[in-house]
């Protein structure tokens, strides 16, 4: 099923490439909606997550479904504003931050312990 829904979302991206006159678009255009269909793979798997071992596999399709999206978006961005490299730089570093913190505050949570 994963291969059949990237086939369409390629098949979409050229598409809009070619309406809007640009195939460099064909790019972005997949990373965002390849990305935007990982991220909702991935949450769709974590609500199922019941063993130890496949723990983890839904966080990781979240992040780099994520990841692949917003580096999309970010290239559309930077087409349509240019001149704003190091704030879409921000933006990505933001994103990897924000994204290490969550990951690890469940880890936080179980090794704290409150002074007695």
């Known amino acids: ?7 369409i979302a390629f098949a979409v991206a050229v ?7 640009g195939w460099i678009l ?3 255009v997949f990373l965002v909606e390849a990305g935007m269909y990982y991220v909702v793979l991935g949450m769709i798997s974590r609500g199922m997550e019941v063993t130890r071992s496949s723990k983890g596999n839904g966080m ?3 992040f780099w479904g994520g990841t692949m999206a917003l580096i999309g ?7 349509t504003f240019p001149g704003n490299g190091v704030l879409l730089f921000v933006i990505f570093i933001l994103w990897i ?20």
């Open 73 to 79: 978006v970010e290239w559309l961005a930077a087409g």
């Open 26 to 28: 064909v790019i972005p």
């Open 97 to 116: 931050g924000l994204f290490a913190l969550m990951l690890s505050l469940p880890r936080m949570r179980r090794s704290y312990h409150p002074p007695q």
């Open 60 to 62: 990781f399709f979240v």
């Open 1 to 7: 099923m994963s291969i059949a829904v990237l086939v």
């Open 15 to 21: 598409l809009v490439a070619w309406l809007a006159g």
